[in-house]
Each structure stands twice: as C-alpha cells, then as structure tokens.
C-alpha cells in the first residue's frame, strides 16, 4: 500500500473520541519546563518569542510552525544529549536521515486515537533510534533519538543552538505528491517527504498541549478564530474534510462545494458543505468570500493576503491548491 493510500485508511481507524494524553517530548527534567526562558532556544537574536509558535522570525515577518526547545544535557564534546520522546502514543509515518531540507533529520508520528487526528514532528535531531521503523507502534514517552542540530547545510545550526523543532497540527491532504509534482517550480525536483513535506503540514500552537498535557485538537482549533473564509466548488469532498469529519458541518452528500474558514496562519478551521445555487459558491474553482479586516495585519505578514491586502496571497493560494486538487 502507497504512503497516501495509507493516509487515507488512517480515517476509517479515527473512531475515538478522547483528548490524546501528552508528554514532554524531551529527557528534560519538568522543574526546568514552568518558565519560557528555562526551556526554549531562541534564534540568533535572543529573543525569547523567536522559539515559540507565530509570526515570531524576522521581527514578525516569518512564520514559525512549532516551538523550539533547548537541550538540558550535554555530552563531553558540547553536543546536546537530550533524549527525544514520543510526546503521545501513536504510530510512525516518515523518518527522514538526511539533512536535505530545514527540518535535517526528523521524525513524524501519527496519532488517530483523537476526535481530530494529528501529527507529532520531532526535527533537528542528531540520530534515529534504530529500533524506529515506519509503520511501528509506539507509546507515550518511548526514545525516538537523540536532540541534534541537523539543517539545511546552507543553513547551520551551530551547537550553541541545539533544539528540538516540535510541532502538533493536521495533514491538508493525501494527494499531496499529485500537487507537488504539477507545479512548474517543482519539476525536476524530487520530493523527498511525501505527505510529510512541510508544505502539506499545518501546524497549531503546542505550548498550550504540552502544559495541558493532553491533546484535544477540536478545542484548540476552535478556540482559534476564523481570519477569512473561501468557497470551493469541487466534484468530490476534500479528503481533509474526510479525514477530519469533527471540523465539518452540513450535509457532505450531494454538496456542490465547500465553505471554508481559515485562521489567520492557514488552517482550515470549519468546513461547511453548500448546495448546489448557494450564492456563496463560485462558478469553478474557488474564491475568497470573507474576510476580517481587524486580521488584515497579520493575514498579510502570513502571506494569506497579498500585499495590498485585497487578493489572496502566496500561503492562501498554496493551501486551497492543495486543497482542492484531492477533490478533483
């Protein structure tokens, strides 16, 4: 079975309902977790905010997908020698052991047991544990490997920046390699990740999961506002809006199209399905059909909008291309 087909089965097993329990997804002891500057690696600049979850790069000009934690242990030669850990119990979905992108060597784990099924991405580690194989089991707390500093060899991390990039969020779509591939920039680049290329990860903010230690991804989704929302009419429901029935509301059956809500940094937040002659559905593809001005900053630094701030922008185009190309 391909990696997508496989992604695809995980719906039919999403059957639970409860909050996912949640662990430090570091050895590092808890005491050192209660204050932000005890446990987060800030970049270059010092600033406490660059390792958290947002428009927190390049004083608020880039997006950051996750947190940034530091290591508590070192070994004889100054390296980092944290043990990283399974933050909850699920399954693994791609390793990577080449630094032949930003996140260097990294791990993915897929946990279905909650109402809104979710990702783990552990990123920047030094090694794999060699008893982690796709496809395995694991439970909360197992060693996934060793803290690192992995990256793009055009973009080092140096030793006194050693982290775990750790991210929680949701899958946009298992067709993913259909839309990577039909996209002019990428011909005759090979995508190494699969489903699991960051640009088909949407990330929510962990910190808020990690101090609760469980993971009720709806209420979290939720409780993040909707920024703007589009229509998409298509032939066939989205397979995001398959694999996350709890975001969806209205009859999917014989639905025309889709009314979707967006945070501000591109998570789809709800799905409302519409009928055919609903004056919000466009006559093909899809449009931006609302918008909240008092988001209009952020939604333009996030590249949801364009420049101007009259158009969709580069992050919106993207994600509604990838969206709608699993509904085709």
């Known amino acids: 079975m391909s990696r997508s087909a496989s992604v695809a089965c995980l719906v039919l097993l999403c059957t639970a309902l409860r909050a996912a329990e949640f662990g430090w997804p570091t050895s590092m002891e808890p005491a050192f977790t209660r204050r932000l ?32 934690i530091r290591p508590a242990f070192h070994d004889r030669m100054g390296e980092a020698a944290d043990a990283i850990l399974a933050a909850a119990d699920g399954e693994v979905m791609h390793l990577n052991h080449w630094t032949n992108g930003p996140y260097g060597i990294f791990v993915v784990l897929w946990h279905a047991d909650a109402k809104v099924p979710h990702y783990t991405l552990y990123a920047h580690m030094a090694r794999i544990s060699p008893a982690i194989r796709v496809g395995a089991k694991v439970q909360r707390g197992l060693t996934l490997g060793t803290m690192g500093r992995t990256a793009d060899r055009s973009d080092p991390i140096p030793q006194s920046r050693a982290h775990l990039h750790f991210e929680v969020g949701l899958l946009l779509s298992g067709n993913f390699n259909r839309w990577h591939d039909a996209q002019a920039q990428n011909r005759g680049s090979k995508n190494h990740h699969g489903v699991w290329n960051g640009q088909n990860l949407i990330g929510v903010d962990p910190l808020p999961i990690l101090r609760a230690g469980r993971a009720d991804l709806f209420e979290e989704v939720r409780r993040t506002p909707a920024a703007l929302a589009c229509a998409l009419r298509c032939a066939k429901t989205p397979d995001f809006a398959l694999r996350y029935p709890a975001l969806t509301e209205g009859e999917a059956a014989g639905a025309a199209g889709w009314k979707i809500e967006f945070t501000w940094h591109g998570l789809p937040r709800r799905w409302t399905a519409l009928p055919e002659g609903s004056p919000e559905l466009p006559k093909s593809g899809w449009s931006l059909i609302a918008l909240d001005r008092s988001q209009r900053d952020v939604l333009i630094r996030r590249k949801m909008l364009s420049a101007t701030g009259d158009r969709p922008g580069e992050t919106l185009t993207r994600q509604m291309g990838i969206l709608a190309d699993s509904a085709r």
């Open 37 to 68: 500057e005890d446990f987060v690696q800030p970049t270059v600049s010092g600033r406490i905010e660059s390792a958290l979850f947002g428009m927190t790069r390049e004083n608020g000009r880039r997006f950051h997908e996750g947190v940034d």
